[in-house]
């Protein structure tokens, strides 16, 4: 009955969505406010049918149902609750539900908060949005249904696949699909300015928030999925170049460029084509990163769900926005023409070089990424590019936007003089200094130095910035407190917010670039009692533990961590069967410290348990990659935080006391 | 099973088509925008004086006209006096903006056609067709009447 209440939810939220698309363009069309405001009640109600059904696969996966073929396949006996309630996103058709309902709750809350001056723009945003919303759910109750029924229950179900069963994997695929649905706010909104004509930035506030959200939450979750392969696969990394990886890689860079744009759209009015092209096209790539995540069509993923006809529906669906945005674009080209840029030496020129760096890096990952198809359509063989072409593309890309990075806040809108130029010779002095130490004392080669003198530029140059905004800032508390009390909230948070994230990013990009500081790897078979070298520290083998539990057999070894004479640590990497999937799952254990991480993961064990094979790593700075990574959080929270209202309120109540 | 679908359809399709049946139908009133007005000086939009003052601080802002770069005590006295003249400025602007009913003199408030007191039609909405001008507008959008002087809504 569940099963049936949650298809029932599927298809009336499947005809609401369709409805109110259509109720919004006529109500708009024809200055009809019944239509409207009845699209809008259309939209809430999607949202609700769409929990209604998410409710329904939720207390199904809870009650362990197995006549559910989508319960049977991903959930068992043997699962804690937390996992079985994960295992909603863990699915082909779940995680698509997920999508859908997320995608619900943006329209709702897009329908909630209206800008008083946009009502056409908003009217057509929400009717490409209840579309979208009507193409997912179509997909779920035609090739994607998660409520198929069994033709008898099952005792016990498949269980989740033991990888997906880590903390990381709870939080990972939420957040990318919030950032995928988040960023359909900026695609309506760009699709109801193209289509209505209206381009006078009314709504752009709003849409900008959006954008940053959902830039936020992409990157956590990508994040987040890099940490789960580095603990979790065992092979000492945290990024493999993977498809799956790339697709969400893909959008997150282009939603960066949008970001930029949109900031220099509010501040200038300029770049106003590209905004909206860079919106669509964040949309389009997280539709393509969806299907590739359920294609074959490229293959070779360690993440791929099964395939199904659900990827190929969605290529369809990316390239209907393109050919339908890429007209609207065509048409509305003229209009949206804006000023040409006074100075090169600007922010707005600035933008415009680190947009194209942020664009170029895109195609060529996902040029890479798709290079097998390509290969496969041209000439009827697969040829996959592997890291080298990935690092060797990558890597002048990322440290021409990273010298961008750098430079860019100490640049003006609209022109820089000299003077503020000069400022940029502190970070310079500060890059050449990393770079002559670094050669100095011989600590990497000559590439990873380049590297680290760039980074340090870009570090360097948003932390001076900071500095100095911070001292102004007590300037002018000084000069005109009034005008501090009314927006410092406001005003301050986002450029603090902007350079944090920037700091963070140097941070990442120094963490990346530290893997050339001397890391190492070496796989050795141990006795119990014997040791091994691995940089600076001495790993002993000192016992093995195994337990049969219900769900799997565990061995864990425990290794004893010596830096000279001290022992520092003691690692328990274990190395696990599990009888779902009648294989051995590894599960690393990892030191970390500010300098490097030393990573353990035991490989195979023999059968007597008397040796073990680990595989040894020492990664220099990748504590870094997690604390620079995680800076986007703060970073974004101080930009969104409604501080608006506090700095209306001071405002007023100032203009009021000076009246 | 049927009759709870069959309920579930009725209420979700008389929640979204409600407002189709009232003939009364009027926009849902939009919520207030917690945004602050933006500042437009030479060219760049801040989202504050504030903003403004403290990119002039950080020698990134113009002060309207290209100048040749002022002392830091110069620089501090113009930020005072600008900050003060804008946010007059603004002020005035804004009650400037505040129109009135013509025959009882209450301010209308945003969104509002009729008088809230005593009924008499905005200024700035037609006369014959009820359709709201936009400034500058000579005649009606919507059924060609004349407007008569150059009212704002």
Redesign the interface.
Known sequence: ?TA??GR??LL?ALA?AV?AATAAVLGVRLRR??????A???SR?TF??VSLAVAALLGLLLRRDYQVLYVYEHVSSSLSNLYAASALWAGAEGSLLAWLWLLSLCALLVS?????RA?EVEAYALAALSLTQGFFALVLCTVSMPFVLLPARAADGSGLHPLLQHPAMICHPPALLAGYAAYAVPFSYAVGALVSGRFDGQWL??VRRWSLAAWAALGLGILMGARWAYVELGWGGFWAWDPVENAALVPWLVGTALLHAMAAW????VFRLSALALAVGTFVLCIVATSMARGDLVGGSLHTFAPSRAGLLFYGYAATLVVACGWLLLWQRRRLRSEVLQEAVSREGAILVGNLLLVGLALAILVGTLFPVLTQALWRVRIALGDAFFGRVTWPLALAGLLLMGVAPV???????A??LRLALVPLGAAVATWLILLALRACDARTALAFAVITFAGAGNLQELL??VC??Q??RT??PW??E???L???R?RYGMLLVHVGAAIVAASIAGQGLGGTERETTLQRGQSASIGRYEVRFEALSSEMLPAKERHAATLGVYSGDRRVATLRPEYNYYHSVRGYVAEVAVRSTVREDLYVAVTSIAEDTSTATFRLRVNPLMVWLWIGGAMIVPGTVLILW?G??A??WA?AG??GR?? | ?SA??VL??VV?VG??????I?RD????P??K????EGLEV??????????W???R??????AGVPAA?ASRSEL?AE??AW??AV??E??RA?VSRRVTCQVCGKPFR??DNYCARCGHPHPGICAHCGARYRPGDRFCTQCGAAIAGGQRP
């Open positions: 009955m049936e209440a029932a939810a009336l609401l409805y406010p019944g239509l409207l405001q009845s809008r009640r259309a109600a609700a049918l909630r908060g209206r800008s008083t009502k506030k709003s509010e501040r200038r009015g640049l003006g809108w609209r022109r820089t003089d003077e503020s100095r905004a102004a800032w300037r002018l000069l005109a005008a501090v009314a927006g410092h406001h005003t301050n986002r409604p608006g209202l700095a209306a405002a100032h203009l000076r009246a | 099973m709870i679908a579930l359809v979700v929640y979204v088509a409600s407002p189709l009232r139908a009027k926009e849902e939009p919520p925008s917690i945004e602050p030479d060219g760049v939009v801040y989202e504050s004086e504030a903003e003052a403290l990119e601080l950080l020698g990134r802002a113009g770069r501090e930020i005072e900050v003060a946010s007059d603004r002020r804004r945003p969104g």
